[in-house]
């Protein structure tokens, strides 16, 4: 049976019976039946279905046959549903010329029921009925010609016929004729005509087109101003149960405003579609009950409809299903199952899922390790634009990991995630163009780069683009935006973010002083174990900058951030050693720890220990190591360590000068080969 039958019946059912009844009023009184009191509006008594019968089969009218069709059709007046008795009825009243039958006839060839289907002998029919000005009938008619069946598919003749019906106000002809002028089927396309016809259908309570309408409305720009006036027509439409309608209404909610009540209505309109198996409101339930963990049962429920939908084939529903098990959401974790779910989104060309299957071959999670796999489903994910994908296959060629390595194709890939908002992929960017791996080297890029992943919450990037404000690099300093973004990175406990706000609030740097605040910051990186905050964390306490001066502390602090391998804390923990301060004075460990910084490059430990190699007792004192130091101290720039080296030359014979500036070179030479 077509969608049209069921919405036929409905007229057939009570308004074929009346109009029959209504025309054979003048022989009610014959039966025997009292006649309405005179100047009464109230109908006549019924007729029985017997008189009925009779007038249809003696006296041969045509009405009463198409009633007795009717009985035999719905199973009425104690008839049995008999579809074969309703074709035989039909057509006694068709052949007569009675319009409604001609069409009903049309219908059950059109339906196959009773009858063979037989799109030819319903056309037949349906032409009879149509040309006589019955209106389902020019609607019925259209449709074989729109859909093709029965004859050739005729735009241009389905909009005839959608025209003659729609004129007669027939809702479903009106709703036809309203899509082929949207889509400029056998006409040109013409929105506002097609909202004109698409409402007359709606206002006569047809919920396709009332649905139809509220899309015509929603998502054309042409009609923008009207989306309150949209979500009106979805409602309408989702009252009378069309998944789709009640899908587009709950969207509407959700969009409308983030409201706790809002979400909650949403959920219940999401729910009936996905109770009426629509899978696109099936994926969106579960989408937003997972996103609600606040009851267990919603995690279930979440669950239960990614299944439904995921069972559908839907790649939306298989990767949410794979991210449930991924994460142990409303499930044990799983990750064997997730790949699965992933596999098979991927499969169907879901980005996200290419993009989770990839990093799960890449780590070996759930399946083999197989970064060669890893690198196709980037590149298929990739291929559609998403951005982690473009992300993870630039980082492939940057690592030279699966695929050749190629820095250049690196940048151009991360570049195309950036350009999606992608703030790892920003990150990446700024960090490369900082560290001079781009070429030419662009500082003002990296700005620009850490810019647009700060702006979008990355800890790392507003941290560095903080740094790079306070201290002008890359463009002019700018405090109070330095500021801003150190203070945020410090929010998120990224411990370069609550170093560098440290300093800024140490020295009161664009921001009021404040050394408890700086201390504070500077002990959750410290304890986070980032070096420079070891470092400078020692210095206050050994100061007493935030309180009473405490040297052992700074010395615990110097000892990690030195053992770490920092230069400067190495020198600090070298003289307090030498001076016995916060720890018991050693000038072996002093002096060891003093060799340690000079070798990490610190110029005030060279200096120092040139300084003690020239005036230490006779048996330790050596000029050569002393050029070697204040040589290396005055190539990083320090223009101390120049004036000492200068005076130092003085001292030395040519031979002298000669072997000094040997053993300097040597010392370079063993230092690049170890390192």
């Known amino acids: 049976m077509t969608s049209r039958l069921s919405h036929l019946a409905r007229y057939r059912l009570v308004a074929a019976a009346w109009l029959w009844l209504a025309g054979l009023s003048s022989l009610w009184a014959a039966e025997g039946d009292a006649a309405s009191p005179a100047g009464s509006d109230a109908p006549p008594a019924r007729m029985t279905y017997e008189a009925i019968y009779k007038l249809a089969s003696e006296a041969g009218y045509a009405d009463a046959q198409n009633y007795v069709a009717d009985c035999f059709f719905y199973g009425i007046e104690g008839q049995k549903q008999d579809f074969e008795q309703a074709v035989i009825w039909y057509r006694r009243a068709a052949v007569r010329g009675l319009a409604v039958a001609q069409f009903n006839l ?18 037949e029919w349906f032409e009879r009925s149509a040309n006589q000005g019955y209106a389902d009938a020019q609607s019925a008619l259209g449709l074989l010609h729109f859909f093709g069946r029965g004859t050739a598919t005729n735009h241009q003749v389905a909009l005839d016929w959608f025209g003659r019906a729609a004129q007669q106000n027939q809702a479903e002809a009106a709703y036809y004729l309203a899509l082929m002028h949207r889509d400029g089927l056998g006409c040109p396309p013409d929105l506002r005509l097609a909202e004109s016809w698409m409402e007359r259908s709606a206002t006569n309570r047809h919920a396709l087109a009332q649905l139809g309408l509220g899309e015509l409305l929603a998502d054309h ?12 027509w979805f409602f309408r439409a989702a009252t009378q149960e069309v998944a789709r309608a009640q899908y587009r209404f709950a969207q509407t909610l959700e969009n409308a405003a983030p409201s706790g009540s809002n979400r909650l209505e949403a959920v219940r309109w999401y729910r009936k579609a996905a109770e009426q ?10 989408d937003l009950l997972e996103q609600d963990d606040s009851k267990a049962t919603n995690l279930v429920e979440a669950l239960f409809w990614y299944r439904v939908a995921a069972d559908s084939g839907d790649p939306e529903a298989e990767s949410g299903l794979g991210e449930m098990y991924w994460r142990g959401r409303g499930v044990a974790v799983n990750p064997y199952e997730a790949v699965v779910w992933f596999q098979k989104a991927a499969e169907r060309g879901h980005p996200a899922a290419c993009y989770q299957l990839g990093r799960a071959l890449l780590s070996g999670t759930g399946v083999g390790k197989n970064p060669g796999a890893a690198q196709k489903w980037f590149s298929r994910g990739a291929e559609k634009g998403n951005s982690d994908c473009l992300f993870e296959l630039s980082q492939l060629h940057w690592q030279g990991l699966a695929v050749s390595r190629d820095p250049a194709q690196a940048l151009i890939l991360a570049r195309k995630a950036a350009d999606q908002g992608h703030r790892e992929a920003a990150y990446f960017l700024g960090m490369a163009a900082e560290e001079g791996k781009t070429v030419p080297l662009d500082l003002s890029e990296a700005l620009q780069y850490f810019r647009s992943a700060a702006e979008r919450g990355h800890a790392g990037a507003q941290a560095r683009l903080g740094r790079m404000l306070a201290l002008g690099i890359g463009g002019m300093i700018n405090l109070p935006e330095a500021s801003r973004w150190l203070a945020e ?4 406990t990224n411990f370069m973010g609550c170093f560098e706000w440290a300093r800024l609030l140490r020295q009161g740097t664009g921001v009021a002083r404040d050394p408890v605040a700086a ?13 420079p905050a070891q470092t400078l964390l020692g210095v206050m306490r050994q100061g007493g900058e935030a309180g009473a001066a405490d040297p052992e502390i700074a010395v615990v602090w110097w000892q990690r951030a030195a053992e770490a391998g920092d230069a400067e804390a190495a020198f600090l923990l070298a003289r307090a050693y030498l001076e016995g301060t916060g720890v018991e004075q050693s000038e072996t460990t002093g002096i060891n720890w003093l060799r340690q910084a000079s070798e990490g490059g610190d110029s005030s430990a060279r200096k120092l220990l040139a300084q003690m190699n020239l005036e230490g007792p006779a048996h330790s004192q050596s000029k050569r190591e002393a050029y070697k130091w204040l040589s290396l101290a005055a190539e990083s720039g320090d223009v101390e360590a120049k004036a000492k080296l200068a005076e130092l030359d003085r001292t030395f014979s040519a031979q002298d000068l000669v072997k000094a500036q040997q053993f300097l070179a040597e010392y370079k030479a063993l230092r690049d080969l170890l390192h």
């Open 489 to 492: 990175s410090a929010r998120q």
């Open 277 to 286: 198996n629509f899978t696109r409101a099936q994926t969106r339930l579960a």
């Open 106 to 123: 049309g219908v059950l060839y059109e339906a196959g029921r009773g009858v063979a289907t037989n799109y030819l002998k319903a056309r």
């Open 519 to 531: 201390a504070r910051l500077l002990e959750i990186a410290a304890r986070g174990g980032y070096i």
């Open 221 to 232: 720009s042409a009609f923008s101003p009207r989306k309150p006036e949209a979500a009106q």
